[in-house]
Antibody
Framework: EVQLLESGGGLVQPGGSLRLSCAAS????????MSWVRQAPGKGLEWVSS????????YYSDSVKGRFTISRDNSKSTLYLQMNSLRAEDTALFFC???????????????WGLGTLVTVSS | QTVVTQEPSFSVSPGGAVTLTCGLA?????????PSWYQQTPGQAPRTLIY???TRSSGVPDRFSGSILGNKAALTITGAQADDESDYYC??????????FGGGTKLTVL
């Protein structure tokens, strides 16, 4: 069974940093693209970032480009999201998700983890 | 900036059928956008229903189906049940690694 377990969320002050992790199991991690999706309180889903299976290609939404960095360690089956210069509007539940069938990040998200909450506030 | 459009809300009667759509403010949706659909109930993680236009995720009943209808992606639910009452989101792949979610449709079963 595929499992994705996010961690690393918490309360951080504006301008601060956090690193999220997503531990994967139940599939060959190195064969699939991975992504981060977030959901602000009471709002819809927002794609944040994706990374190819090898880690050689990374993609970002305009809202996080230059502040967030996605990476992966295929030897540890773990996905990361380094978040710097955090803003109040980054407050959200962050989900990691696997590409359903592909090494390239284009075919959606399946399945999803349960999420980790990031709160940016002074 | 790409805008993906969804109906804000929809209602369906128990046992009835409903089609939710996912469009582009500018342009048409095609299979090249690899449209996918997700169901989310409050406080829960999203559940994948459909990916690559019409492939059901594991365990999803065949009451849920995906297609392209005209210039939009579509999610059709037949035999609506009370626990289908959820928020439904679509996402489109826009190329260059970029995906964009629609604003979601709140489906009421009554």
């Amino acid at each position: 069974e595929v499992q994705l377990l996010e961690s690393g969320g918490g309360l951080v002050q504006p301008g601060g940093s956090l690193r999220l992790s997503c531990a994967a199991s139940g599939f060959t991690f190195s064969s699939y693209a991975m992504s981060w999706v977030r959901q602000a309180p009471g709002k819809g889903l927002e794609w944040v970032s994706s990374i190819s299976s090898s880690g050689g290609s990374a993609y970002y939404s305009d809202s996080v480009k230059g502040r967030f960095t996605i990476s992966r360690d295929n030897s540890k089956s773990t996905l990361y999201l380094q978040m710097n210069s955090l803003r109040a509007e980054d407050t959200a539940l962050f989900f990691c998700a696997k590409d359903p069938i592909s090494a390239a990040a284009k075919r959606g998200f399946d399945p999803w983890g349960l999420g980790t909450l990031v709160t940016v506030s002074s | 900036q790409t805008v993906v459009t969804q109906e804000p809300s929809f209602s369906v009667s128990p046992g009835g059928a409903v089609t939710l759509t996912c469009g582009l403010a500018s342009g048409s949706v095609s299979t090249s956008h690899y449209p996918s659909w997700y169901q989310q109930t409050p406080g829960q993680a999203p559940r994948t229903l459909i990916y690559t236009t019409n492939t059901r995720s594991s365990g999803v009943p065949d009451r849920f189906s995906g297609s392209i209808l005209g210039n939009k992606a579509a999610l059709t639910i037949t035999g609506a049940q009370a626990d289908d009452e959820s928020d439904y989101y679509c996402v489109l792949y826009m190329g260059s690694g970029i995906s964009v979610f629609g604003g979601g449709t709140k489906l009421t079963v009554l």
